[in-house]
């Protein structure tokens, strides 16, 4: 069976992979196990539910920033060829209105509900937009970093890369008042953890949680690789990201038809969590918007509908990602080689036959 994408007729002349101890973060394929672990939320709430709005505008592919070339991701008609050293107008626009009119719709709503977001600012973006980060923090909630430019990161050398992210901590610094708790890439690199782990320590600023995970619905521990010889290493705090309850479905050809598909899928992810949680195993979930997405009146109404429904429930704990990150390293502090205490991670650096030990092998 042909894989369905172009790789070069001569595969022998690629660079094999090579793993490297700093850079590399080992896979965990067995996470919590089948008990899964209760994050205790605040007032014993059943789930947590991270609202995060992911602000780009401005800071996209465009000649007019210095790139050679268009985006072509995540707006209306995505896909297609980009323009080469050639303005794309349309696409310029359309993230034009998630700034100028998208954004204040997300803000009114939540603000309305006092339901307290995670901004994945975007450097640039506010840069462009200052008032966003303002408005946010004015309000009460969390602005995150999404890196400085929403660029493609796979190919930059480490170097520029953690230029970018010095650039980032330090513009949203300025604007915002402090350097952002907790980073989420989205078109990270291979090496980007750890660059963000590494700048954030040079700079002496703490970094309390990352985001760039998809592998659970529960936070976790992870060991860095750059700390492996220190004597009181520090650990990564993973609050696990979501593409499933996520807004770009409407940008991309096997996602959401319609404002009803996005309301469908979200409260049923929701309904399942809340109902493990009043099972006796608390999760938390993440509903993720764009201003130039949902931000449009049609599919704005979904999500109005949806924050309708979450009010209405008991015991839910709408919460910041920052928040989230603080109870649990409150309450689960790090210990090297665990998921959380008492949580040993399994030893599968190379994903071979990997087992945790706190639980039996089976038979």
Same mark, same amino acid.
């Given at each position: 069976?042909?894989?369905?994408?172009?790789?070069?007729?001569?595969?022998?002349?690629?660079?094999?992979?090579?793993?490297?101890?700093?850079?590399?973060?080992?896979?965990?394929?067995?996470?919590?196990?089948?008990?899964?672990?209760?994050?205790?939320?605040?007032?014993?709430?059943?789930?947590?539910?991270?609202?995060?709005?992911?602000?780009?505008?401005?800071?996209?592919?465009?000649?007019?920033?210095?790139?050679?070339?268009?985006?072509? !991701?995540?707006?209306?008609?995505?896909?297609?060829?980009?323009?080469?050293?050639?303005?794309?107008?349309?696409?310029?626009?359309?993230?034009?209105?998630?700034?100028?009119?998208?954004?204040?719709?997300?803000?009114?709503?939540?603000?309305?509900?006092?339901?307290?977001?995670?901004?994945?600012?975007?450097?640039?973006?506010?840069?462009?937009?200052?008032? $966003?980060?303002?408005?946010?923090?004015?309000?009460?909630?969390?602005?995150?970093?999404?890196?400085?430019?929403?660029?493609?990161?796979?190919?930059?050398?480490?170097?520029?890369?953690?230029?970018?992210?010095?650039?980032?901590?330090?513009?949203?610094?300025?604007?915002?008042?402090?350097?952002?708790?907790?980073?989420?890439?989205?078109?990270?690199?291979?090496?980007?953890?750890?660059? $963000?782990?590494?700048?954030?320590?040079?700079?002496?600023?703490?970094?309390?949680?990352?985001?760039?995970?998809?592998?659970?619905?529960?936070?976790?521990?992870?060991?860095?690789?750059?700390?492996?010889?220190?004597?009181?290493?520090?650990?990564?705090?993973?609050?696990?990201?979501?593409?499933?309850?996520?807004?770009?479905?409407?940008?991309?050809?096997?996602?959401?038809?319609?404002?009803?598909?996005?309301?469908? !899928?979200?409260?049923?992810?929701?309904?399942?969590?809340?109902?493990?949680?009043?099972?006796?195993?608390?999760?938390?979930?993440?509903?993720?918007? !764009?201003?130039?997405?949902?931000?449009?009146?049609?599919?704005?109404?979904?999500?109005?509908?949806?924050?309708?429904?979450?009010?209405?429930?008991?015991?839910?704990?709408?919460?910041?990602?920052?928040?989230?990150?603080? !109870?649990?390293?409150?309450?689960?502090?790090?210990?090297?080689?665990?998921?959380?205490?008492?949580?040993?991670?399994?030893?599968?650096?190379?994903? $071979?036959?990997?087992?945790?030990?706190?639980?039996?092998?089976? $038979?």
């Amino acid at each position: 069976m042909s894989t369905p994408y172009d790789l070069p007729s001569d595969t022998s002349k690629i660079k094999a992979f090579e793993w490297d101890d700093h850079y590399d973060f080992p896979r965990d394929l067995v996470g919590y196990g089948e008990q899964s672990f209760n994050p205790q939320w605040p007032g014993g709430a059943k789930i947590a539910v991270s609202f995060v709005i992911n602000y780009e505008e401005g800071a996209e592919n465009c000649v007019l920033n210095g790139d050679m070339h268009s985006e072509t !991701h995540l707006w209306e008609a995505p896909g297609g060829s980009p323009k080469v050293q050639e303005r794309a107008v349309n696409i310029e626009s359309e993230y034009d209105y998630g700034a100028r009119a998208g954004v204040w719709r997300l803000f009114r709503l939540f603000n309305k509900y006092n339901y307290k977001y995670t901004l994945y600012a975007v450097g640039k973006a506010i840069e462009d937009n200052p008032a $966003v980060g303002i408005s946010s923090v004015k309000n009460g909630h969390d602005v995150a970093s999404h890196a400085y430019r929403w660029i493609d990161y796979a190919d930059m050398p480490a170097e520029k890369e953690k230029e970018y992210i010095k650039k980032e901590i330090q513009t949203i610094q300025k604007i915002c008042g402090t350097p952002p708790k907790g980073w989420y890439y989205g078109r990270l690199s291979s090496r980007s953890q750890a660059l $963000v782990w590494d700048v954030y320590k040079e700079m002496g600023i703490p970094l309390l949680w990352d985001s760039d995970s998809y592998a659970d619905d529960l936070p976790y521990w992870v060991d860095v690789p750059a700390e492996k010889n220190e004597a009181k290493p520090e650990g990564m705090l993973m609050i696990p990201y979501s593409y499933d309850c996520n807004d770009y479905k409407f940008n991309v050809p096997t996602g959401f038809g319609s404002p009803t598909d996005f309301y469908d !899928h979200v409260k049923g992810a929701f309904d399942t969590l809340y109902e493990e949680g009043e099972e006796g195993s608390p999760k938390m979930m993440t509903i993720a918007t !764009h201003c130039r997405c949902i931000g449009k009146p049609a599919r704005f109404q979904a999500l109005k509908k949806l924050v309708e429904y979450i009010a209405s429930k008991e015991g839910v704990w709408v919460a910041t990602r920052t928040q989230i990150a603080e !109870h649990f390293r409150e309450k689960f502090p790090y210990q090297p080689g665990h998921l959380a205490p008492g949580i040993k991670r399994t030893e599968a650096p190379n994903t $071979v036959n990997g087992w945790p030990s706190h639980k039996d092998v089976p $038979v």
